[in-house]
């Protein structure tokens, strides 16, 4: 399966890349080998196409951000940042092969092994999906994005990001105490969690998840599945996993 996927693309290239970028994101960014790629906070991939060339691939809204971010706080690091435009396929399946001249970063977010082809076509027989399709399968794998399930009020904890975007054995970086300091005293007091729903429509962002009659979560991302609804939604961490919830009149409960 084959989908176009919208990205925004940073470059942070030169001497000191590796060095400025181990400082800036969660992850272990001189850890990857040439080709590599991995998930990191502040980001939301990166890869590394040479000892002093990265490339960082972000949400459509967040390039102009993750750009004048780094330049904000380059200082005396010996890199170039800039924005680039290249083009994004994503192709679901086993033991998929980058064309030549494209770059392929492994990807989960989907429930499936697959990889993101930046500018490299999917292979001819690939079956084209349309974005209600991939959504369904990003939901159904509990992944978290940016704009609809991950703003500034949602800890990385809850979004299950720190599993797999966060490197508690690096160096320090901004924003790295309160992660650490809940990782290791504390726990987040709710989490994200996939729902199946009995209704005929999806809810609306931020619709209310109800226990009983009070208020334990909201819905982030909804779409229809096969005569049923999946959505994704913040749920008190107290809630039972088998609990029957309600979401706008309809019934609610964890997906199989």
Same mark, same amino acid.
């Given at each position: 399966?084959?989908?176009?996927?919208?990205?925004?693309?940073?470059?942070?290239?030169?001497?000191? $890349?590796?060095?400025?970028?181990?400082?800036?994101?969660?992850?272990?960014?001189?850890?990857?080998?040439?080709?590599? +790629?991995?998930?990191?906070?502040?980001?939301?991939?990166?890869?590394?196409?040479?000892?002093? *060339?990265?490339?960082?691939?972000?949400?459509?809204?967040?390039?102009?951000?993750?750009?004048?971010?780094? &330049?904000?706080?380059?200082?005396?690091?010996?890199?170039?940042?800039?924005? %680039? *435009?290249? +083009?994004?396929?994503?192709? !679901?399946?086993? =033991?998929? %092969?980058?064309?030549?001249? =494209?770059?392929?970063?492994?990807?989960?977010?989907?429930?499936?092994?697959?990889?993101?082809?930046?500018?490299?076509? =999917?292979?001819?027989?690939?079956?084209?999906?349309?974005?209600?399709?991939?959504?369904?399968?990003?939901?159904?794998?509990?992944?978290?994005?940016?704009?609809?399930?991950?703003?500034?009020?949602?800890?990385?904890?809850?979004?299950? !990001?720190?599993?797999?975007?966060? *490197?508690? *054995?690096?160096?320090?970086?901004?924003?790295?105490?309160?992660?650490?300091? &809940?990782?290791?005293?504390?726990? $987040?007091?709710?989490?994200?969690?996939? &729902? +199946?729903?009995?209704?005929?429509?999806?809810?609306?962002?931020?619709?209310?998840?109800? !226990?009983?009659?009070?208020?334990?979560?909201?819905?982030?991302?909804?779409?229809?599945?096969?005569?049923?609804?999946?959505?994704?939604?913040?749920?008190?961490?107290?809630?039972?996993?088998?609990?029957?919830?309600?979401?706008?009149?309809?019934?609610?409960?964890? &997906?199989?």
């Amino acid at each position: 399966m084959t989908a176009p996927l919208a990205r925004a693309y940073v470059s942070v290239r030169g001497p000191g $890349a590796a060095d400025y970028l181990q400082r800036m994101v969660s992850n272990d960014v001189e850890g990857l080998g040439v080709g590599a +790629a991995c998930e990191a906070l502040l980001l939301t991939a990166k890869a590394r196409r040479a000892e002093d *060339d990265f490339l960082l691939l972000t949400e459509p809204e967040l390039g102009d951000v993750v750009r004048d971010h780094l &330049l904000r706080f380059r200082f005396a690091a010996r890199a170039e940042i800039e924005a %680039e *435009d290249h +083009a994004s396929v994503v192709v !679901l399946g086993d =033991a998929v %092969e980058a064309p030549a001249g =494209a770059l392929a970063v492994p990807t989960s977010a989907y429930g499936v092994p697959g990889v993101e082809l930046v500018d490299g076509a =999917a292979p001819d027989d690939a079956r084209a999906v349309g974005e209600d399709e991939l959504e369904v399968l990003r939901i159904r794998a509990g992944t978290a994005r940016f704009g609809s399930d991950v703003d500034d009020r949602v800890l990385p904890a809850e979004a299950g !990001l720190v599993e797999r975007a966060v *490197d508690f *054995d690096k160096g320090c970086y901004p924003g790295q105490e309160p992660i650490a300091r &809940l990782h290791y005293r504390g726990h $987040a007091n709710r989490g994200l969690r996939v &729902l +199946a729903l009995e209704a005929a429509e999806p809810p609306a962002h931020d619709t209310e998840v109800l !226990l009983a009659g009070k208020k334990v979560g909201r819905v982030t991302s909804a779409v229809r599945d096969n005569g049923r609804v999946v959505a994704l939604a913040y749920v008190r961490s107290e809630v039972p996993a088998d609990a029957v919830l309600d979401v706008g009149g309809a019934e609610a409960r964890a &997906l199989d």
